[in-house]
């Protein structure tokens, strides 16, 4: 079973920071691209940051010079939040893209307070 799973949400203060991990199991190879999607209540899920294998990074433009997309390796992601604000309050999704499938992970609840 292949299995995606974030970690790092949670409750945090206007300005704050987090940080989202994200680890991709199982079996699983060839990742080309990893990325961190979010999707608040009322709202379509929207794409926020991706990063390819070759370490190539793509960011929304909402989040630019706020936000930071990094790898450890293939297999694991993680997303840098600073100065977050109210409206980046969401459900944060991680997704992995081999040839063949996309996997998605269950989800990470960020809330920031003003």
């Known amino acids: 079973q292949v299995q995606v799973v974030e970690s790092g949400g949670g409750l945090v203060q206007a300005g704050g920071s987090l940080r989202l991990s994200c680890t991709a199991s199982?079996?699983?190879?060839?990742?080309?691209?990893m990325g961190w999607y979010r999707q608040a209540p009322g709202k379509q899920r929207e794409l926020v940051a991706t990063?390819?294998?070759?370490?190539?990074t793509t960011y929304d433009d909402s989040v630019k010079g706020r936000f930071t997309i990094s790898r450890d390796n293939a297999k694991t992601v993680y997303l840098q939040m600073n100065s977050l604000k109210p409206e980046d309050t969401s459900v944060y999704y991680c997704?992995?893209?081999?040839?063949?499938?996309?996997?998605w992970g269950q989800g990470t609840q960020v809330t920031v307070s003003s």
């Open positions: 997704n992995a893209v081999t040839a063949r499938y996309n996997y």
């Open positions: 199982g079996m699983i190879f060839s990742i080309n691209v």
């Open positions: 990063i390819t294998r070759g370490g190539g």
